[in-house]
């Protein structure tokens, strides 16, 4: 069981496509729960690099 980023949700299940971070982890209903993308991002967002000039 783990806390998907991407989906913003509980996943019960883990498969070989899931990568659950070991030093990162969400406090849900005072649970500590490991974090994790249950896959990887297909679309990566664009960088606007003037929102640090």
């Known amino acids: ?5 991407q989906c913003k949700v ?3 299940n883990i498969s070989n496509q899931v990568i659950v ?3 990162g982890f969400r406090y849900i209903n005072k649970v500590r ?3 994790g993308l ?4 297909k ?8 929102k640090f000039l």
């Open 1 to 5: 069981m783990y806390y998907c980023l």
């Open 10 to 12: 509980v996943h019960y």
């Open 21 to 23: 971070f070991k030093s």
């Open 33 to 35: 729960l490991p974090v």
């Open 38 to 41: 249950c896959s990887f991002m």
């Open 43 to 50: 679309v990566v967002p664009p960088i606007d690099n003037t």
